[in-house]
């Protein structure tokens, strides 16, 4: 008879997910080093961070699901990390759009937001990102309290900003965005269903 197979400690296991986290920068890199970035260099550094952004988001807000679905409550152990990765990837996609696409102008830059509706509710997901990442410290989560729950649900708000970016920059094949759409859709479905249910028992149990 074999022994039970153990889970990984965290600690083991959080460096070979930061590893992880980092190999698309890596690829992308490796791609810009053999000049294999396409025609247009800009615009594909621009859409993979910009994938890769979403993607982690999404990841961010899966951990929560996966954890009661599989009750391995370790998972939220890396719940902050993925977060991080998150912001960090949609820094880069900033930071490609200010440099490489805008050379810093900032008259542009404006303009752009102001009259380019995508580019107006991404710029809105990196800002109220901004906060969160900053809050993400152990002596923050301490000193906001439960303040710090509250602000933390942005990040519902910032993914459907993320996603509606994705959607209104795509003019041809909307078929990435719209599977982002929809996995986000399923995930934000499952918190209101949990809640709900989880209220109602509360309800019962209280009578």
Not at 43 to 71: K, M, Q, V, Y
Request: hydrophobic share 50%; charged share 15%; glycine share 6%.
């Amino acid at each position: 008879m074999t022994p039970p197979r153990t889970r990984p400690p965290t600690s083991l296991a959080k460096p070979w997910v930061f590893v992880i986290a980092l190999l698309p920068l890596a690829w992308l890199c490796g791609l810009a080093w053999r000049d294999q970035l396409g025609v247009n260099p800009v615009e594909t550094l621009s859409h993979r961070t910009g994938d890769w952004s979403l993607r982690f988001l999404l990841l961010t807000l899966a951990i929560t699901p996966l954890r009661r679905l599989t009750g391995w409550n370790k998972l939220l152990k890396f719940r902050r990390m993925l977060g991080l990765f998150a912001f960090f990837y949609v820094c880069l996609h900033f930071g490609v759009y200010l440099i490489f696409d805008q050379f810093f102008d900032l008259g542009s830059i404006l303009e752009d937001i102001a009259e380019r509706p995508y580019i107006t509710v991404g710029f809105a997901a990196w800002l109220l990102l901004i906060p969160l990442a900053a809050t993400s410290t152990s002596g923050m989560i301490k000193r906001l309290g439960r303040h710090w729950q509250r602000l933390h649900r942005l990040v519902y708000l910032i993914a459907i900003l993320g996603v509606l970016h994705y959607l209104w920059l795509v003019k041809a094949d909307r078929t990435e965005p719209l599977l982002y759409a929809g996995i986000l859709a399923l995930l934000l479905g499952y918190r209101l269903w949990w809640r709900q249910t989880h209220s109602a028992t509360i309800n019962r149990s209280t009578r």
